[in-house]
């Protein structure tokens, strides 16, 4: 049987090598940072890490971890329910919470399984999920493993969200859906005119804020902070792996009978191990170091406006907004494969985008700023992608 099979599979990669779509891993040779080590030795700058404040290197946040092996083990063999619960498991549900302005949190091994387990959990065959169409796959297909009714809106399309809305009417339940930022193309959710209708026709809202928590809204909080919203979002979800720590891990934040049912029937949550005590503990210190002060923020800030304006200037299609992702637009998926490689050539690390993961046509350098990137580095990297431009023609 595997025989008929593998030559279908080899068929479908080769299609895909031949559409310029195929997805090669690069193998770093180096801790994750601003400045990593590619194999063959080369020594690269990093531009598409999700590693906004630079905490995936930071010193206290690998000694918070290194402590935690020595004092709490290498991990925990179980699931939380049965002897899987440490303290620092807690803490950090506890440190979640007040950093967030909820009322409890629940860890979850990635952010995918938060998702994964939160819809199933509280809507039946009755209720509605009205949908952004951007979300992240994490939501497409937890929303697939309930029984709800499925509603999905034009991305950020207040008027169609209402429509949708209103034909959802006869639902027991109403949850609107939304990323807080979109990943692909670093657009924000109007959290504010989404809640507006949400009360108005009496539903939930759900954000999934893993491209934000850590370094958006005044005090870093993400969207629903920055939008002035936080007590009118019923469910947050995030990761802990890109700001906060960059690592693994996520979770659920939000209403406290919410996140009490999760730890009761959430089946990602009853059936995976719990998250290792070294990723409790480093992710724990980068909560503390993000409340301490504002320094990364303010730099990532700086790095995000120097980066789009001068790209903009140099003649780049670098879709608008204030956010760390930098999408620059290519449209081709092969130009933009080739433009990839010919900045690697030259010290930039960066991916080209193309389908599935953006639709047929969008292809793009997706770039992405860090607090641990200098005005130099930044610099450096405009300067190659106007060399890498020139070569390629």
């Known amino acids: 049987m595997f025989g008929r099979m593998r030559d279908d599979l080899t068929t479908t990669i080769g299609e895909i090598r031949d559409a310029g779509l195929y997805k090669s891993e690069r193998v770093i040779t180096s801790p994750q940072n601003a400045g990593i080590s590619v194999a063959g030795g080369n020594e690269v700058l990093n531009f598409c890490a999700n590693n906004y404040l630079g905490l995936a290197d930071h010193p206290d946040v690998i000694a918070a971890a290194k402590g935690a092996l020595d004092e709490w083990g290498f991990g ?29 949190t629940i860890l979850y091994s990635s952010c995918f399984d938060a998702n994964g387990g939160l819809f199933e959990t509280l809507l039946g065959a009755e209720d509605a999920v009205i949908s952004d169409e951007l979300n992240h796959a994490s939501i497409i297909d937890g929303i697939r493993l309930s029984k709800a009714k499925r509603y999905r809106y034009k991305n950020r399309d207040m008027a169609d969200l209402e429509a949708q809305l209103k034909d959802a009417a006869d639902a027991r339940y109403r949850l609107i859906a939304t990323d807080g930022v979109f990943s692909m193309d670093g657009y924000l959710a109007p959290l504010d005119e989404i809640c507006d209708l949400a009360e ?13 928590v850590g370094f958006v809204g005044p005090d870093g909080a993400g969207t629903p902070s920055l939008f002035g919203v936080k007590d009118r979002v019923d469910v947050v979800t995030g990761t802990l792996g890109k700001a906060l720590g960059g690592a693994s891990g996520g979770y659920v934040s939000g209403r406290a009978e919410i ?16 998250l290792a005590p070294s990723v409790t503990a480093a992710s724990l210190k980068a909560l503390e170091l993000i409340g301490g002060s504002s320094d990364l923020r303010d730099k990532l800030a700086a790095n995000t406006t120097l980066f789009r304006t001068k790209m903009t200037e140099a003649g780049f299609d670098v879709l608008p907004g204030d956010h760390p992702i930098a999408p620059v ?9 080739r433009l990839a490689d010919k900045l690697l050539d030259l010290g930039i690390y960066v991916i080209g985008f193309s389908y599935p993961v953006v639709p047929h ?6 770039t992405q700023m860090s607090a641990a990137h200098s005005t130099e580095d930044v610099e450096r990297a405009i300067a190659a992608f106007v060399e890498a431009r020139a070569a390629l023609g």
């Open 76 to 104: 925990m063999a179980s699931v939380r329910f049965i002897c899987g619960t440490q303290q620092i498991h807690k803490d950090l549900e506890g440190a979640l919470s007040t950093f967030l302005g909820t009322d409890d």
């Open 200 to 212: 108005r026709y009496d539903a939930l809202v759900m954000v999934d804020d893993s491209h934000a």
């Open 259 to 274: 996140v009490e049912l999760l730890r009761q029937r959430s089946r990602p949550y009853l059936f995976s191990n719990s």
């Open 329 to 337: 637009m290519i449209g081709d998926a092969a130009e933009a494969g």
């Open 361 to 366: 046509g969008k292809a793009r350098i997706r």
